[in-house]
T-cell receptor, first 114, second 114 residues
Framework: GAVVSQHPSRVICKSGTSVKIECRSLDFQATTMFWYRQFPKQSLMLMATSNEGSKATYEQGVEKDKFLINHASLTLSTLTVTSAHPEDSSFYIC??????????FGDGTRLSIL | QKEVEQNSGPLSVPEGAIASLNCTYSDRGSQSFFWYRQYSGKSPELIMSIYSNGDKEDGRFTAQLNKASQYVSLLIRDSQPSDSATYLCAVNQGWGGATNKLIFGTGTLLAVQP
């Protein structure tokens, strides 16, 4: 079946560091990918829709300059959390849509900012 | 504000029993409905999708959709301890999957007691 690979699975870094998370569709092309954030005991919140070859679409309240999204190819989208602070600590999950299938999720990245 | 609502639980059922998980949604124009299972610390995995009124069965899982009542449910027969997880209801915002954006409920924690 369709596989979405996300890397790294866990990041621990100091406040002020920028962190890049990769999301790859391994056996299908994805013109659209999604980035979610999930805080403990809360549901997934959509942050932005990543569009191949064009600008990402951000949800209301999500700072585009804080969360940089690049979707340079049909199989790769990256999310960069710039100048991360402790309040950015969360579980970040990407997803993609294989042809004629529902969204498939990556394994997620647990980000901890000290 | 388009919403998807679930009882957060925990829903506790004995092993072998039927677990019934419920979800209501506010956007009458929603077209696609999904149940995802999420184990603690993991990303969601798709369990069922349903698009038309009625029941859809897949193994021990049955999804039920009633668009008039804006209600979707998931039944798990012969519940096993391995079914213990958070079950997320997700609704496709908009008509015909044009945006493919999913709105998630907060999830119901299911605990199957051995």
């Amino acid at each position: 079946g369709a596989v979405v690979s996300q890397h790294p699975s866990r990041v621990i870094c100091k406040s002020g560091t920028s962190v890049k998370i990769e999301c790859r569709s391994l056996d299908f092309q994805a013109t659209t990918m999604f980035w979610y954030r999930q805080f403990p005991k809360q549901s997934l919140m959509l942050m932005a829709t990543s569009n191949e070859g064009s600008k990402a679409t951000y949800e209301q309240g999500v700072e585009k300059d804080k969360f940089l999204i690049n979707h340079a190819s049909l199989t790769l989208s990256t999310l960069t959390v710039t100048s991360a602070h402790p309040e950015d600590s969360s579980f970040y999950i990407c997803s993609a849509i294989p042809r004629n299938q529902p969204q498939h999720f990556g394994d997620g990245t647990r980000l901890s900012i000290l | 504000q388009k919403e998807v609502e679930q009882n957060s639980g925990p829903l506790s059922v004995p092993e072998g029993a039927i677990a019934s998980l419920n979800c209501t949604y506010s956007d009458r124009g929603s077209q696609s409905f999904f149940w995802y299972r999420q184990y603690s610390g993991k990303s969601p995995e798709l369990i069922m999708s349903i698009y038309s009124n009625g029941d859809k069965e897949d193994g021990r899982f049955t999804a039920q959709l009633n668009k008039a009542s804006q209600y979707v449910s998931l039944l798990i027969r012969d519940s096993q301890p391995s079914d213990s997880a958070t079950y997320l209801c997700a609704v496709n915002q908009g008509w015909g999957g044009a945006t493919n954006k999913l709105i998630f409920g907060t999830g119901t924690l299911l605990a199957v007691q051995p």
